[in-house]
């Protein structure tokens, strides 16, 4: 069985680009002008983010989870990049789903596709 490692104390919100463009197009038709938070709703771990996506597309690999050091970077990467949609809430604007949901529908519609079939 393949062996990963993921990093498992960096925290964010994985958004995908096809919602973002539609929360984008939502803000330009409401013409509102000002700074928004726009990304997916709820915040996971690279580790959690790894273990979704693997279980959505069906593939069996061994996840190990480890820490930043292991993998030093010339980027220093926050802990905790977790961002609220605060405002385009407020505004009845956000249209941003539960990173969850827009994983598992790119997965239905693009599993295929990425495992070359």
Same mark, same amino acid.
């Given at each position: 069985?393949?062996?990963?490692?993921?990093? /498992?104390?960096?925290?964010? @919100? #994985? @958004? =995908?680009?096809? +919602?973002?463009? +539609? &929360?984008?197009? +939502?803000?330009?038709?409401?013409?509102?002008?000002?700074?928004?938070?726009?990304?997916?709703?709820?915040? %996971?771990?690279?580790?959690?983010?790894?273990?979704?996506?693997?279980? !959505?597309?069906?593939?069996? %690999?061994?996840?190990?989870? %480890?820490? /930043? *050091?292991?993998? #030093? @970077? #010339?980027?220093?990467? #926050? !802990?905790?990049?977790?961002? *609220?949609? +605060?405002?385009? $809430?407020?505004?009845?604007?956000?249209?941003?789903?539960? =990173? !969850?949901?827009?994983?598992?529908?790119?997965?239905? $519609?693009?599993?295929? &596709?990425?495992?070359?079939?």
């Amino acid at each position: 069985m393949p062996e990963i490692r993921v990093v /498992s104390d960096q925290f964010g @919100t #994985p @958004t =995908w680009a096809h +919602r973002l463009a +539609r &929360q984008l197009a +939502r803000l330009v038709e409401a013409d509102v002008r000002g700074l928004f938070h726009a990304t997916a709703e709820g915040g %996971c771990s690279r580790y959690e983010l790894a273990m979704f996506f693997l279980e !959505q597309m069906g593939l069996n %690999c061994r996840v190990i989870p %480890c820490a /930043s *050091e292991e993998f #030093p @970077t #010339p980027a220093v990467r #926050p !802990q905790n990049s977790v961002l *609220e949609n +605060r405002r385009l $809430k407020e505004l009845g604007l956000n249209l941003m789903r539960p =990173w !969850q949901e827009d994983l598992a529908e790119f997965v239905a $519609k693009f599993r295929a &596709q990425l495992l070359g079939q």
